[in-house]
């Protein structure tokens, strides 16, 4: 197994714990087996990742071509919503096959690196990218599904958790309204502070939620021609790498980009033509004025001199 390959399987399996690992590794060897192999390879290893986190390929569950379409494109938003974001993870895989755990698609993010911090700025990208899939079903079919259910659960914990734990709120700074009971056990998050607060709070959340919502439906709209064309592909193949994704995205950036190219040579060719325009008329303008000065000037004398032999 390479350098490379040994990398890329740390980092998809960055923050996983020793019995996570563990179940990986097992999977691995079992797929390798049954496709009987008497080594694990680098593919078996990604697979286990995946079977881990979302469950197995469930490929008897059928969806119907609405639904396919419907999850093709929340899913594309979520990966939309990935790359023109800064403060982001890059794509490694968007697929649209079921999985055991009940997820009828996902989008595989990999860290470059492993890191154990996260900035502010990371979370309110990661909650934009969450609401990616629900802005996107509202963009393109009018409507909204239950499919969002997980995505707005997490963004929900991760933007109550910014405003009460982590001071990343600009109304209630550096307060401590939220302490993690049992962390190694449930986890369970007790409020320290009022009832009234408490409403603050919700309120808080409820804004910081509505902001990276319009944001993201903001991306879906601005690049609706490239999604179009992405869930298109993904509707055909079922399953993409994230580089497939970025080869159709970045072609469509060099699109636009050419597009805006040729809108400004268009544009400085009319001002120019406009300019031009404006020139000769103020040279006609002028000599207009200097004919008419002429005459006046030419009267005046015929008119003295009128005067005169008078």
Known sequence: MSRWTRQLIALATS????????????EAALAAVKAGREAVSQKD????????????????RILGEEEKKIVSYHEVGHAMAIAVQKNTEPVQKITIVPR??????????????????????QMLSELVTLFGGRAAEEVVFNSVTTGASN?????????????????MSERFGLMGL??????????????NC???TGALIDEEVKEMLKVAYDKAKKIIEDHREVMDEIAEFLIEKETITGKEFMEIYNKSLKKDELE?????????KEKTELSEAETVSEESSLKDAESQDAQKVTEKKDSEQTKQEE
């Not at 923050?15 to 097992?26: K, Q, T």
């Open 15 to 26: 923050g996983a714990v020793g019995s996570d690992l563990a179940n990986m590794i097992n």
């Open 45 to 60: 290893l990604l697979e286990a990742v995946e079977v881990v986190i979302a469950g197995k390929e469930k490929k008897d």
């Open 100 to 121: 055991t755990m009940g997820a009828l698609g996902y989008t595989m993010q990999v860290p470059e690196e492993e890191k154990y911090l996260m900035s502010k700025e």
């Open 151 to 167: 995505d707005i659960e997490r963004a929900t914990q991760i933007a109550r958790a910014m405003v009460t734990q982590y001071g």
């Open 178 to 191: 939220e302490s993690v009971q049992n962390r190694y056990l449930d986890g369970r998050a007790v409020m």
């Open 194 to 196: 009022s009832d009234a």
């Open 260 to 268: 805006s190219v040729e809108a400004n040579v268009e544009e400085d």
